[in-house]
């Protein structure tokens, strides 16, 4: 099957600083990609769809200008958390769909100080 | 509103014993409802999804979930569960396919809240 991955799978960082999350598409190509927030012990939210070539759409109430997306190509989708803050830690999850499905990134653990 | 709902927080269940987990969404149009497992660390795996015909749809890994259109429900079910079926798992419900704006699929995945499943030796 399909397989995306994500990098880093942790990351910790001060409060101020920004955080890139990579999402990558290993064996196929993705137009586009979905980016999801996990909080502890509740569901998954979409965040925003990454389009290539073109702007992302974000969802009601997610700040564009504080999670800056860039599909930068066909395989690759990031997610950068600009000047982040504590209450930004949780768990950032891609996916890129592959005919009917969608596969999922394993996820990254974004702890903020 | 859509949403998908999931009753039970944390089931524990002894090893070799049969599993229900529970799933109820509402949607206002028909929709494909989806599966999914997550273990400490991993990403979500597919185990089963429900497009359209035999509402009865079997998964990876020995588990089934039925569809059932008048309680608007997709219980996951297996018959005989292991340790290694510990674990977080979701149910979603996303929309139809619509015009081929990504590759066919939907893009809006609903997740309920997750069922954690420890399995008892």
């Known amino acids: 099957g399909a397989v995306v991955s994500q990098h880093p799978s942790r990351v910790i960082c001060k409060s101020g600083t920004s955080v890139k999350i990579e999402c990558r598409s290993l064996?196929?190509?993705?137009?586009?990609m979905f980016w999801y927030r996990q909080f502890p012990k509740q569901s998954l939210m979409l965040m925003a769809t990454s389009n290539e070539g073109s702007k992302a759409t974000y969802e009601q109430g997610v700040e564009k200008d504080k999670f800056l997306i860039n599909h930068a190509s066909l395989t690759l989708s990031t997610l950068t958390v600009t000047s982040a803050h504590p209450e930004d830690s949780s768990f950032y999850i891609c996916?890129?769909?592959?005919?009917?499905?969608?596969?999922f990134g394993p996820g990254t653990r974004l702890t903020v100080l | 509103a859509q949403s998908v709902t999931q009753p039970d927080i944390h089931i524990t269940v002894s090893e070799g014993a049969s599993l229900e987990l529970r799933c109820n969404y509402s949607?206002?149009?028909?929709?494909?409802l989806f599966w999914y497992v997550q273990s400490p660390g991993q990403g979500l795996q597919l185990l089963l999804k429900?497009?359209?015909?035999?509402?009865l749809v079997q998964g990876i890994k020995g588990f089934e979930a039925e569809f059932k259109r008048s309680q608007s429900s997709f219980n996951l079910r297996k018959p005989s569960v292991h340790w290694s079926d510990a674990a977080e798992y979701f149910c979603?419900?996303?929309?139809?396919?619509?015009?081929?704006?990504?590759?066919?699929?939907?893009?809006?995945?609903?997740f309920g809240k997750g069922t954690k499943l420890s399995v008892k030796p």
């Open positions: 429900y497009f359209s015909g035999d509402t």
């Open positions: 064996d196929f190509q993705a137009t586009t």
């Open positions: 949607y206002g149009a028909t929709p494909y």
């Open positions: 996916s890129a769909p592959s005919g009917a499905l969608q596969f």
């Open positions: 979603a419900v996303g929309a139809p396919f619509g015009p081929m704006n990504y590759g066919g699929s939907q893009g809006n995945l609903i």
